[in-house]
């Protein structure tokens, strides 16, 4: 099974998961991949230059995989959410030895 993005939100300003702008993304696997993703997202956002903070994860199993809940601040909503739809891209194609993906 893939990795799936369940769901993603750029939340501007004070919001439910946190009291400044943000991301919030739900992703399924079929194995942990919370350190994987972590990495990939801070190394996401540290390439494009955008600011990260607070990144926080959240790991639960039950019987369909891995569920990830990720917050992290950022003063760009939309860029957090397109850096989030892109590491999941990116951890599929690695999965499927996608050597020409990037």
């Known amino acids: 099974m893939p990795t799936e993005l369940i769901d993603v939100r750029g939340l501007e300003g004070p919001n439910l998961y ?23 997202l801070t190394d996401g956002a540290q ?9 926080d994860l959240d790991t639960r199993e039950d019987a369909a ?7 992290f601040t950022t003063p760009t909503p ?4 397109a850096l989030a739809e892109y590491v999941v891209e990116g951890l599929n194609r690695q999965e ?6 990037d």
């Open 47 to 55: 390439s494009v230059g955008m600011v990260l903070g607070y990144l």
């Open 18 to 40: 946190m009291p400044q702008p943000g991301v919030f993304m739900r992703v399924r696997s079929d194995k942990n991949r919370t350190r994987r993703l972590k990495d990939a």
């Open 78 to 81: 939309a860029i957090g959410v």
């Open 96 to 101: 499927a030895s996608d050597e020409e993906w």
């Open 65 to 71: 995989g891995v569920l990830i809940d990720a917050t």
